[in-house]
């Protein structure tokens, strides 16, 4: 598939049916006032999760939230220039990200993200199963759930591909992973943006 272009939805009962239903980020930001630059990464993000294989999604879509929490740690703090001291890993930034602003809810869904990514990172034989994204979703609290199944919706209600999809759990894994990575991508720009307006 050329660069670009995006991966078809798939369902796991129906392969290929649903081969133009895209995801469009900028509409889990629903009351955040999205700039261009905005909607431009969010395009960017759901281009990068449509062409890439689940290795290439999953590490893109860690990339991605790493660097936004990286960029909000920095808004925190009054002196960033000594974060790089502190030679945090990614969980090390999660949990500083939490001590700073980030709700306790989303310790779960961040580090299980870092943790499939290290999985992808280290074992050939890693794929996104029904279980592993199955333990991705349940890692979400029950408002972050409620969003990606809003987002679902959304994306089911407005393609004519995907209207006769049921339940999210009805998506192939591969493609429930894209809502949540881009769900949680949603609430780490939300907040950067936040900083940035204040």
Not at 44 to 59: C, K, P, Q, S, Y
Not at 67 to 87: A, D, F, Q, S, V
């Amino acid at each position: 598939m050329a660069d670009g272009q995006r991966k078809p939805l798939q369902t796991r009962r129906r392969p290929g049916m649903l081969r133009k239903a895209e995801v469009e980020p900028q509409r889990t930001l629903r009351d955040m006032e999205t700039s261009d630059a905005i909607q431009v990464e969010a395009r960017e993000l759901t281009a990068d999760l449509f062409r890439e294989d689940e290795i290439g999604a999953v590490v893109r879509a860690h990339i991605r939230i790493e660097n936004l929490l990286n960029k909000t740690i920095e808004r925190m703090l009054p002196n960033p220039k000594h974060l790089k001291k502190l030679k945090l890993d990614y969980d090390g930034r999660v949990t500083l990200a939490l001590a700073l602003w980030v709700k306790e809810q989303f310790g779960p869904p961040f580090r299980a993200l870092g943790n499939l990514r290290n999985k992808f990172a280290h074992d050939l034989n890693t794929s996104l199963t029904e279980e592993v994204v199955a333990n991705l979703y349940e890692s979400l609290s029950p408002s972050d759930k409620e969003q990606v199944q809003a987002c679902f919706k959304r994306i089911k209600d407005e393609n004519a591909e995907t209207r006769h999809v049921q339940q999210f759990t009805d998506l192939a894994p591969p493609d429930q992973f894209k809502i949540i990575a881009i769900s949680l991508w949603a609430v780490v720009r939300a907040a950067l943006n936040g900083l940035m307006q204040a």
